[in-house]
């Protein structure tokens, strides 16, 4: 399953650091600052269960499974790759 994964942290000087390192080691590819790409065998509750621990209560979370591909005009370069190398 393709996950895009949308995420606002509304903790005033949260650290993000944590959550950043849980999505690298799924596989995640950046996009934009606060949204991630990732190919998975998981559900969307699964990685969401994975991730929960780097959220607090008051943050915001989003996943939708990917099934075609997207549309964008300027992203970071790992989630242009990403989107390329699964659709020509």
């Known amino acids: 399953m393709r996950l895009c994964i949308n995420y606002d942290l ?3 000087g949260k650290d993000y650091a944590g959550l ?3 999505l690298e080691r799924l596989g995640a590819k950046r996009a934009c600052r606060s949204t991630w790409l ?3 065998s998981s559900s969307e509750r699964g990685v969401y269960d994975y991730l929960s621990p780097y959220l607090d209560k008051d943050d915001f979370y989003f996943s939708v499974v990917i ?11 790992t989630g242009a ?3 390329n190398a699964r659709w020509a």
């Open 10 to 12: 509304n903790k005033s």
């Open 81 to 83: 790759a990403w989107i």
């Open 67 to 77: 099934t075609q591909k997207p549309f964008w005009t300027r992203m970071f370069a």
């Open 38 to 40: 990732l190919d998975t």
């Open 20 to 22: 950043i390192a849980a």
